[in-house]
């Protein structure tokens, strides 16, 4: 009888073990699901600016649901928590577990991030985000931030954007001369070169700056921003085409410890809501756009103008030394470049006999904004 005992004794011991496994894996698992996180949001534009300063509420609010209360995100503007250009520093540091800003906003800290924002005659938004998400992008603008503690998610798009807002006429590249003009990245190493004298403000100082004199020209966004910061009121004459940045790619910046310490679940609902708002925000800005140039020019009078060819020449000319400059400045800088330029001769081809060829066919008699 003992010998067959011990046998029997020592298979109940293991499967009571199992057992407080499997219920120590659920302890642990409903736990995980009962932890709540409680995170700030800074980020480089006003409080609930239409499309970019919505895309962080929005992004809050799905948060909060998806996640049934257990992730909640508050979102502060440019100025409530840190200034507009400290987002990256207050999310490495810990201040903020999230933030959401522009990368060419970091040039100082590290110039390569300038690829991911916007590229003079570069890619515009669907390119780029086709890039980040099947051509290496993503997976090269995280590895630029690696040594800052943060990740890096995109975050919406702005669509190609105007050519900005000035005090008098631009009929030739001798009238850049001298003018002092709010435009951020490459694009404003781009208009330096070209005799303007460039100033850089976060975009709660634009319309002051511009209506007392501080500049003679800005850039800001597109029509739907541009109308709500009153723009129209500080200067007569709007350029198109935004050469300087065919799209801004918004970014999500997220400290590195505070994410880790997200459960798998979390993090995953994370990911998804800046995935929903990188599409939205390009939406509304589509969306929006149109209405609001049409407000500027029938309701306000604004003085639609086309930048004058031999301007977009010149900014073409150097926008390529700016860029190869960039690239050489480091090996990184290098390797994203490389990738960046590669996706883009290849997309370029391939637009050529799809995008431009409608957009050719949709309207042969050509730009009839003027």
Do not use: C
Request: no cysteine.
């Amino acid at each position: 009888m003992k010998a067959k005992t011990l046998p029997v004794a020592i298979a109940m011991t293991t499967a009571l073990s199992a057992s407080l496994l499997v219920v120590s894996s659920f302890d642990n698992h409903a736990q995980a699901q009962e932890d709540e996180f409680r995170w700030k949001m800074v980020t480089s534009w006003p409080k609930n600016f239409p499309g970019v300063g919505q895309g962080p509420e929005r992004l809050s609010q799905l948060v909060d649901e998806m996640s049934d209360g257990r992730l909640t995100i508050e979102v502060f503007g440019a100025g409530q928590l840190v200034p507009g250009f400290e987002v990256f520093d207050a999310v490495a540091d810990g201040t903020a577990e999230l933030g959401h800003s522009a990368s060419y906003y970091w040039k100082g800290k590290a110039p390569a991030a300038q690829f991911f924002a916007a590229v003079p005659f570069g890619m515009n938004a669907q390119e780029m985000n086709a890039w980040l998400s099947y051509g290496g992008g993503m997976e090269l603008w995280n590895e630029l931030y690696d040594d800052f503690g943060v990740d890096v998610m995109v975050a919406g798009a702005s669509g190609v954007q105007m050519g900005g807002w000035y005090n008098k006429e631009i009929n030739s590249v001798d009238d850049l001369n001298g003018l002092k003009m709010r435009m951020p990245g490459l694009g404003g190493e781009v208009m330096s070169r070209m005799g303007v004298a460039i100033v850089n403000m976060p975009g709660g100082e634009i319309f002051t700056s511009l209506q007392s004199g501080a500049i003679d020209a800005t850039e800001w966004i597109g029509p739907y921003n541009d109308l709500a910061f009153g723009l129209h009121q500080a200067a007569d004459y709007y350029y198109y085409p935004g050469w300087h940045e065919p799209t801004v790619m918004f970014e999500a910046i997220v400290n590195e410890e505070a994410f880790a310490e997200l459960p798998a679940d979390l993090q995953a609902i994370l990911r998804t809501a800046i995935s929903d708002i990188n599409q939205s925000v390009l939406d509304e800005y589509t969306a929006r756009n149109n209405d609001a140039l049409e407000t500027l020019v029938n309701e306000h009078e604004v003085e639609l103008r086309r930048i004058p060819d031999d301007v977009l020449a010149q900014a073409r000319e150097h926008s390529a030394d700016v860029v190869a400059e960039l690239a050489e400045s480091s090996e990184l800088a290098t390797r994203i470049y490389d990738s960046y330029q590669a996706f883009q001769e290849k997309v370029v081809d391939y637009h050529a006999i799809s995008e431009q060829a409608y957009y050719n066919a949709r309207n042969p008699e050509g730009d009839t904004a003027q």
